[in-house]
């Protein structure tokens, strides 16, 4: 079984900077596909980012292109959101996941991961 855990949310101001990690444990991420999703109150699961290990791809909503980027070590079985300019519509809940998929299309779909962290909260002040 593959655990996630987020960590490097915080509050910064509009245009700061963070870093947000997910740790796997359980098995290494190498072979899976790994997204950042988030989740603002009263909304929907929306998707962020992804980084396919295999095809060495890398993904990103259109809100957070040139913005943010991801990255990752998977013999640190870890992968990275670096979040820059940060706006407050970016306030959200930031969730890791992996899942055994690589397809453009699935990789943007929440219900495609089979594996979640448990988030960590990201707010940026105005």
């Known amino acids: 079984q593959v655990q996630l855990v987020e960590s490097g949310g915080g509050l910064v101001q509009a245009g700061g900077s963070l870093r947000l990690s997910c740790a796997a444990s359980g098995r290494t991420f190498s072979r899976y596909t790994m997204g950042w999703f988030r989740q603002a109150p009263g909304k929907e699961r929306e998707f962020v980012s992804a980084i396919s290990w295999r095809g060495g791809n890398t993904y990103y909503t259109d809100s957070v292109k040139g913005r943010f980027t991801i990255s990752g070590d998977s013999a640190k079985n870890t992968v990275y959101l670096q979040m820059n300019s940060l706006k407050p519509e970016d306030t959200a809940v930031y969730f890791c996941?992996?899942?055994?998929?690589?397809?453009?299309?699935?990789?943007?779909?929440?219900?495609?991961?089979?594996?979640w962290g448990q988030g960590t909260q990201v707010t940026v002040s105005s």
């Open positions: 996941a992996a899942g055994g998929l690589y397809s453009d299309y699935e990789v943007r779909i929440g219900g495609e991961y089979a594996y």
